[in-house]
């Protein structure tokens, strides 16, 4: 297994995969709020359901990582 940082990968699409995810749970954070879903998440291994939070939205979505 190869034990290199992800965003040292050679492949570009591998590179921005964390930038992705991030940009995806953000959004699943606002549509959840928007909607009163509640989210699905996984914590210490075990599958949690949580209430969104408009403030912790604010906090978690604020500096969005850099699109490419």
Known sequence: MNQQPIGQA?????R???AAMSRAACRAREIAAR???KLVITQ???VQ???PDPIRL???CAVRPERH
């Open 10 to 14: 050679r492949d570009e699409d591998l």
């Open 16 to 18: 921005f995969t964390v």
């Open 35 to 37: 909607t009163g879903t």
């Open 44 to 46: 210490g291994g075990r």
């Open 49 to 51: 359901t949580l209430e």
């Open 58 to 60: 604010d906090v978690a």
